[in-house]
């Protein structure tokens, strides 16, 4: 099969690619790829809600305040600004393209508070509003004539001048699309497009817990990675404070809602113990509290610690999925008995090092959403800005996209895949088995709190494990499989190596060897 072309590449198909295609689909043919059902992804699974002013009593200031607060001081203050000022239009633009948030008997919005906000901002969907954004951009995407939606195909790599033939003599450092592998046929194709963006979504399946999909495996992040792209930040994985503590199941996120709505959170020993760590009790930021169930369940030697929602009249009806997930998954009604739970990796909030427009450092390559490091998030993420980022910077890089005059590379030739080499089936046994020993190495030596022995622990394993798995992927045939295994094995080389040289404890960042903040590390970790 030929080269496949279009004015626009999308990768990945979560409110970030899917608020960009619908944009630039006025404006030229689209090819959306992703790896499994175009719904699949973490947007779907956002429960708490997207933060933005939309009330009287509420100010831009204060968003970007409360912002600033919880990314301990490396938020782009610039990028900071775009996202509260614009933040408020994407939403009504949202709105108009069919999204429900849930609202009051007055016909108001319901508007939630969550930990490090200080005003009720939160616009949700009950407790499924990710998967309400997901529906109605999914819709409208699906029934534009200029986007073509290749579900079942994951990326494998950039397509750059290393890559392409023909007269580049004085161009370098050029994204032209992307090696795409049909999950179905087997084949890798080449897609070929005058703008790509990268909106691939996370990398948290690189822990052993997380409340992330199966599909959040970092190939974004790894493509960017391996194409010589910046990547900043990738030592800031936010761990999730409260997942369902379930031994026999799959991580189930216990959103962060139910603690702004009035949830408790107890120890083995029925006790209240956030007052111990933070005066805002269960309302302090993500790392924080994270870092306060950790510290409770290493002093009793528990698995977990409780939220207790029992005090609460309405808790069924405004969190209907969790009340129905916890029922089914550990027969707990969560109205009368305590929920058990226990952090799990989240989210990533470093990534792909964009300007405000979301471009990287390589012409036409622009990332958006979770894959993206727009200066937003800082060390860590304030609740519910990430639905709002992949809004608002998905937009600007449809405007700068746009204004754009796009350059001729039509004698640029893209080569078909080269699918030389043989499967050894027996040897792929054994480095399968790599996936689950870099999740547990993850797990054990780069979560919540680490030392230098434990990240020099990690690295010497992760060392050996990009060693082994980029040796097998050269000589094998691709595979859906073994890609994810070499991208998620880059994501944990770049997450130690960026820990390693940050020598301070900073939001999601906390080091026992350094347990301070210091003012030289008051910048960006950068790879690339």
């Not at 080269?3 to 608020?19: E, N, Q």
């Not at 994985?237 to 026999?248: A, K, N, R, W």
């Amino acid at each position: 099969m030929g080269v496949i072309k279009s004015d626009f590449l999308v990768i990945g198909s979560g409110v970030a690619g899917l608020t960009f295609a619908l944009k630039a689909a006025d404006h030229g043919k689209v090819h959306l790829i992703t790896k499994d059902k175009a719904s699949e992804g973490n947007t779907r699974y956002a429960q708490g809600g997207v933060a933005a002013v939309t009330s009287c009593s509420d100010h831009v200031e204060l968003h970007k305040e409360d912002t600033m607060i919880a990314g301990a001081g490396l938020c782009h203050e610039d990028a900071v600004e775009v996202l509260v000022k614009e933040g408020p239009e994407r939403i009504r633009e949202l709105i108009e393209l069919g999204t429900q948030f849930s609202k009051n008997d007055d016909g108001s919005y319901s508007l939630a508070k969550e930990g490090g906000h200080s005003r009720h901002r939160i616009l949700h969907a009950a407790d499924l509003t990710g998967a309400e954004i997901e529906r109605a951009l999914l819709a409208r995407a699906l029934a534009h004539p200029n986007i073509e939606i290749f579900e079942e195909h994951i990326g494998v790599d950039l397509i750059t001048e290393h890559h392409a033939l023909g007269n580049l003599t004085a161009d370098f450092n050029i994204c032209f699309g992307a090696y795409v592998l049909n999950k179905k046929t087997g084949k890798v194709l080449a897609f070929q497009s005058d703008f790509t963006l990268l909106a691939s979504g996370g990398a948290s399946r690189v822990y052993l817990h997380t409340t992330n999909p199966h599909v959040a495996t970092g190939d974004g992040l790894a493509m960017a990675y391996r194409a010589g792209v910046r990547i900043a930040n990738m030592e800031f994985v936010q761990f999730h404070p409260t997942s369902l503590y379930d031994p026999e199941g799959e991580t189930f996120l216990i959103s962060e809602a139910l603690r702004g709505h009035g949830g408790i959170l107890r120890n083995e020993l029925s006790e209240r113990f956030m007052e111990k760590y933070d005066q805002r009790l269960e309302l302090a930021p993500r790392d924080v509290v994270a870092r306060s169930i950790d510290s409770e369940m290493k002093r009793l030697g528990s698995k977990h610690v409780y939220l207790d929602m029992t005090h609460l009249p309405d808790t069924a009806e405004r969190f209907p999925n969790i009340f129905r997930h916890c029922q089914e998954a550990l027969k707990i009604d969560i109205t009368k008995e305590w929920i058990p739970v226990v952090p799990a990796a989240h989210y990533m909030c470093g990534g792909v090092m964009t300007n405000l427009s979301g471009l990287t450092s390589m012409q036409n390559l622009y990332a958006t959403g979770e894959v993206a490091q727009t200066g937003v998030h800082g060390a860590n993420r304030l609740a519910s800005n990430s639905l709002l980022e992949a809004l608002v910077f998905s937009h600007n890089a449809f405007k700068k996209i746009i204004q754009k005059k796009r350059r001729d590379f039509s004698k640029v030739v893209i080569p078909e895949w080269n699918e030389k080499g043989l499967e050894n089936k027996e040897e792929w046994l054994l480095v399968r088995h790599n996936m689950a020993q870099l999740r547990k190495t993850m797990w054990d030596y780069v979560g919540i709190v680490r030392s230098k022995e434990q990240l020099n622990r990690a690295y010497r394993r992760m060392r050996l494990l990009y060693e082994e798995v980029e040796d097998y992927y050269k000589r094998t045939k691709v595979s859906g499989e073994l890609i994810e295994l070499r991208n998620l094995t880059a994501i944990a080389y770049m997450i130690v190596i960026s820990a390693q040289r940050r020598h301070e404890s900073r939001g999601l960042h906390y080091m026992t060897d350094y347990p301070e903040k210091k003012e030289e590390f008051l910048k960006d970790t950068i790879i690339h």
